[in-house]
């Protein structure tokens, strides 16, 4: 089971998900909610699969341009909430 195939379930689940921030290529993840649909998903899950099967992920994947920013006033700031994401 943890090698099977990633399912058409887990694709959908991964719509609406994700920030505004673009990653090195430049594509946010609400750029990709926003594309049609059924050819996104499509797409999505035969790269997803591609790269299950193969054990190959890109490192640029694996990278977000992000800028993190406290939140004033917070009491503790060990905890995600007390920051922004910019």
Not at 10 to 24: A, H, I, Q, Y
Not at 56 to 74: C, I, Q, T, Y
Request: proline share 2%; aromatic share 10%.
């Amino acid at each position: 089971m943890i090698n099977a195939d990633i399912s058409d379930f887990e694709v959908n689940c991964t719509f609406g998900k994700g920030s505004d921030t673009p990653g090195l290529d430049g594509i946010s993840a609400k750029l990709i909610d926003n594309a049609h649909r059924d050819q996104m998903h499509r797409c999505l899950k035969f790269l997803r699969n591609t790269a299950w099967c193969k054990g190959h992920f890109a490192n640029d994947w694996k990278k977000e341009n992000r800028v993190v920013s406290a939140k004033p006033g917070k009491d503790c700031y060990n905890d995600c909430c007390a920051y922004r994401f910019l």
